[in-house]
Structure formats: C-alpha cells, structure tokens
C-alpha cells in the first residue's frame, strides 16, 4: 500500500535519523513527485540508518607525498581515499590533474596578493624552492568527482560527529587540518588578498585521511609522515579542524 508523508512525518522520520544516525541516501531516483510517495520498502532502501561505534580504525594502506610532492598533502590524501573506494589512482596523476590557482605571489604597501586556495591549487605542488600553500575542499571534491562520479560527499561544515558517522560506516574521511594537529594561536596566520576577498591563511596547512577514532584519540593516515593510523587527541584534532574550516569528504558506498 501506498503512503503519503506528511510534512510532520518528514520531521519526524528526520529527527529520528538524528538522534540514531545519519541519513544515507542510496536510491535517489525513488522520490517521484513533491508528495514523496513511497511504499517501506521503498524507505528501506533509501534510508540506511548508521549508528556511532565507540571506536573504529579502518585499515587503509598509507602513501607518503615525498619525495615527489613536497606540498603535495591534499592529493595524496585524496589518492588514499580513492583507494579504499577501490579507484585506483596515483597521487602524481592527482597532482597533475587538480585545477591550479595561476596567481602570482606580490607584496603591494606591505599586503601579500596571491591566489585563493578555494578556486585552485596554490603556488607549486612539487618543491618548497618556490612559493605556495595548497588546496582546499571544491577543487578536490571536483577531481573526486572524475573518478567517483556522484558518490562524492562534501562533509564541509558538518559536525566532527558526522564524520564519525561515515568512519562507523567503514568509510575513511578526508579532512584539512594543520600539522600540529591542534588549534593555532593567531600568530600563524597572515593575510592574503585574493581575486575573491581577503582570506586568513596559515603555512601550516595540511591534509590528512581519518581512519578511526575512539574516546580520546582520532587516528589517520598521515602522508606527510608516512605514518598508517597516526594518533592525535580527538578534542585538539576538532578544534584544528574546526578552525581550518571544517572542510572535509568521502565517498557513498
């Protein structure tokens, strides 16, 4: 039989996923009209609900950005998620193919006028000899898309809960973050005027792959170390990554 959702049952079904899990959508093209009408079968498979382990670590092979990409963390971080996705792709093809910021780097009345790092990467990939930074989330949710076309999910802005959502679902997530791996003092940071606007930079950017957490610690794979697993305090690691913008992604199953 068929069953019309009203608007509170919407509410209610939502507020229930809330509180147990997260929505996954794995059947789009089951909403046919404005009246969502759907059988619970339908909403069976549209709705996976996913609850919150109190530990995880996935086992995801590691690769480290050096020798070749001395900037190269957000790719190679990217290559790993591709790889538990079951893509495979080299972090130097990513390189290759993430769209660049153009941008050159100059100082005018002692302000810094350089590219902005949401529009394209940065400044150089390969070497710490020239000037650059890095990349942050759209350009690499952009790339993704090439080889995980529509299973992309932009966690940006999300809560740290929700990525363990993902984690729980045995799905690692992709995060920027900085490399003290806790919050920054001001100090860190410096001005960049931008084609879009003045942005809050820091040269401690960093990318790195989650793999796990539990009560105290959140564990990724970290390829500027070349570490599998690496821990950090959970409460520093959100707060980094809170203040990095909270930019992260994975993948739908």
Known sequence: MKSILSGFTIFLLATIIFLYGYKNIVKTDTIKDKNLELTQSDLNQFYKIVKIKDKVLLNIPVISQFPELARGCEVTSLAMLLHAAGISSDKMTLAKEIKKN?????????????????????????TYEKPGLGVYVQPIIELAEKFLPGKIVNLTKNSFEELKVHLSDQRPVWVIINTTYKHLPNSYFETWYTEKGPIRVTSKEHSV????????????????????????PINDFEKAWVQMGSQAITYLN
Request: proline share 6%.
């Open 102 to 126: 153009p941008t050159q780097k100059k100082y005018i009345d002692n302000k810094i006028y350089y590219g902005n790092p949401h529009e394209g990467f940065v400044g150089n990939i390969y």
């Open 209 to 232: 792959l989650i793999t796990g957490f539990d009560k105290k610690y959140v564990y990724f794979n970290d390829p500027l170390t070349g570490e599998k697993n690496k821990k950090a």
